[in-house]
């Protein structure tokens, strides 16, 4: 059985554009219409999902982390909270969130540089090359990467400005949570499914997750 199931809506009032399962280490990627809903279910719980976003007709304006932050007055995205472009144009709005809103915009991905400037381990690939894999099809690349949401992850920072030892701690969500998001434009959503396991933001075992797009019905 889906351990999902019993915490997501019913499907009877939706159009479902696309229904996917995505290992972890693996990207997704698809071009939302506006209005279209965006699903990312945290299948097995404590899964680190990183993403990025960017206008699908001028792919040069992307989710920007400052506008986002400073309109939410919050380093954390939960329901309500709206994902800016670097033109403080709202890209998507977060319109349900089953966790207890912890959603990180602050740590960025993690990648082969990194897991060996942090870990010491060499050539261990991460969200970063999940992302350029992904926008290669698009005709984007290196320069489009910019510090992204990591959903279901928890970063906290203390009253001194420190972070945790290991920056991130486990997160709080549990098999089936899920975030929903909403185009207010046509987007370009990227997602990398986290590998990572030197750190706690995949509690050790990365899992697979899945993530749905649809538009609501209009008598739904
Ligand atoms: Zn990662």
């Known amino acids: 059985m889906n351990p999902s199931s019993t915490k997501q809506p019913q499907a009877t009032d939706l159009t479902i554009h696309s229904d996917d399962i995505v290992?972890?280490?693996?990207?997704?990627?698809?071009?939302i219409q506006r209005g279209g809903v965006?699903?990312?279910?945290?299948l097995h719980g404590q899964q680190g999902v990183d993403f990025l976003c960017y206008n699908a007709k001028m792919t040069d304006e992307r989710y920007h982390a400052p506008n986002t932050i400073?309109?939410?007055?919050?380093?954390?995205?939960?329901?309500?909270?709206?994902?800016?472009?670097?033109?403080?144009?709202p890209l998507m709005s977060v319109i349900s969130d089953t966790t207890a809103g912890r959603h990180d915009t602050i740590a960025g991905c993690c990648s082969s540089w990194s897991n060996e400037m942090l870990y010491g381990v060499a050539d261990v690939p991460g969200c970063r090359e999940n992302f350029l894999g992904a926008l290669e099809k698009y005709g984007m690349g290196w320069t489009d990467i910019?510090?992204?949401?990591?959903?279901?992850?928890k970063v906290p920072v203390y009253a001194d400005g420190s972070t945790a030892d290991s920056v991130f701690v486990t997160g709080p969500s549990t098999a089936g949570d899920y975030i929903e998001l909403e185009a207010q434009m046509d987007v370009l959503a990227v997602i990398s499914n986290c590998p990572q396991i030197n750190n706690p933001c995949n509690s050790g075992d990365p899992t697979e997750i899945q993530v749905k797009v649809y538009t609501p019905n209009a008598n739904g």
């Open 23 to 31: 290992a972890p280490g693996k990207s997704w990627d698809n071009v």
């Open 38 to 42: 965006l699903r990312i279910i945290d």
């Open 70 to 89: 400073k309109a939410a007055q919050s380093i954390h995205i939960t329901n309500g909270s709206v994902l800016y472009s670097d033109y403080a144009n």
């Open 146 to 153: 910019v510090p992204n949401i990591n959903f279901f992850c």
